[in-house]
Each structure stands twice: as structure tokens, then as C-alpha cells.
């Protein structure tokens, strides 16, 4: 087996703005030390107006990185810029994950795979049932759209306060896609097999409305893609009524298992180690 302390020496990085609250350095840097790979991941803040110049110099070495994670607010451009994106990151117009090779800048979004190895790793057959509600028609939203549509769901329910940006994705996403008002939330949620909130409700430990969970089918898995805290006012009131609820967390962490196989060479293992690590952090920049 190849010595990876000499055969790979990469840099690779996250940009946005603002870029401080990242956790992908910790995330990045705790499987560099663990697989022992004379690489480095760090934060770069770019404005906006900056952003079109950080990739042409990305694109010609000048900064010396051989890829990245991108995040808000630059995921639409990254795919404008990028030389060549696969067909999902195409249909999602924006892409998390950048990477060199052959001379050109490719393009991919992870966050949906993020999503879905969360809940396989979490809810082991939480895809068995047929209906899905997501709360929310925001960027986060179309990943996790598509990634329900590619597991097969029959009828996913995207409920927005503004349901012309509901109506977007089903332009976006076909016909399986159903768009409704914030205030047909309870309604569409009876019988339902998976309910996602990709808002920001209850972040930061902000309330969060009162939702109809005893409407879900009984065997119904509760999930939310806010993680801070984890324990969500979303999740709180699913798991007293009994159902299966998996936190966001774990989104995080697998959505940036894709980009360091593409950047060090290796495919990390999302750990307990890990968890608790991002989990300590957070207590300490909650």
C-alpha cells in the first residue's frame, strides 16, 4: 500500500460569505488526521462580487487548490463557472462540490446525498413509504426534492409560505412534485410517510409552530435539516407523539464524504468519533 503522507499533498477549501460559521474545516481536517494525509482543507471568504475572479484563478492553478465545497451565497454561480457539472447538479443549477481534472473545472452537489445516507444510516427502510411532505421551497429544498424523487416516493408534498416558490419545483421536478400553501401544512400531512423541514424554523433554539405529526402514518420517520440544536422544536414534537425522528447532523457530515474521495484519493467513514467532535463544537459556538 502506497504511503500517503508522500504520494498525496492537496489543498482544498470552503468559500462564502460569510464563511467563519463553517464546520467543514473540522470535518475535513478530523479524516486528514485520522488517514493520515499531508492535505489541508481551509475557509476562504469571498464576496460576491469577488467570486467570478476566485474561480478563474482557481481554474488556473494560481491559488493551488485542487478543489472545494462552495456554500452560501455562491452555489448557483459555482455551476455557471464550472467547466462541466453530471446531469442532477445540472437540473439543480447550483453545485457544493468543485474539483480540477484534466485541465477543466468540474461540478457536482452532494447535498442530496447528504440527506439520503442520513437517514440510511440513521432509519435503516425509512424509504419504504409512498407520500412525503417537505416544509419549504428554499435552495436546501431542491436537493432534498430530487433526492425523494430518485428513492422513488410517489407523491412529494412541498409546502412554502409563498407557494409560487412551492410551484417552482414542480415546474423544476415533474409531476410527482405537489405544491401547497403554508396554511394546508396540516392537511397535507395526513397519512404521510416522511416529513423534511428545510426552513430555518427552530433554529438556534427559535420557536417553531405547532404542526399535526398524529396525522403521519404511525410508522412515519421525522426528519430536519437543522442541526443547531439538534434536538429540533420540530423533532420534540414528533418524538412525544412516538415517531421516528433523525436529526440533520448527520447530513452535514455525509454530504462531505463525496468531495474528499475527490480531493485526497480515499473515501472517509462518517464515525461516532466524528459526531461527537462537530457535536462538542457546537456546544461550544451554539
Known sequence: MPDLRETINHRAFVVGYPITHSRSPLIHGYWLKTLDIAGSYERIEVA????????????????GFCGGNVTIPHKEA?????????????????????WLEDGRLKATNTDGIGFLANLDDRHPGWDGGKKAVVLGAGGASRAIVQALRERAFAEIHVVNRTVDRAEELVHRFGSRIHAHPLAACNEVMRGADLFVNTTSLGMGGADAPLLAFDGLAPSAVVTDIVYVPLMTPFLEQAQRLGLATVDGLGMLLHQAVPGFEKWFGIRPVVDRTLRDLIIADMEVRA
Request: proline fraction near 3%; charge should be negative; charged fraction near 20%.
Open 48 to 63: 460576491p462580487e469577488g467570486f467570478a475572479s476566485f474561480i478563474t484563478d482557481l481554474k488556473s492553478g494560481a491559488l
Open 78 to 98: 459555482a455551476f455557471r463557472y464550472a467547466d462541466e457539472a453530471d446531469n442532477l447538479t445540472v437540473e439543480l443549477g447550483a453545485a457544493n462540490t468543485l
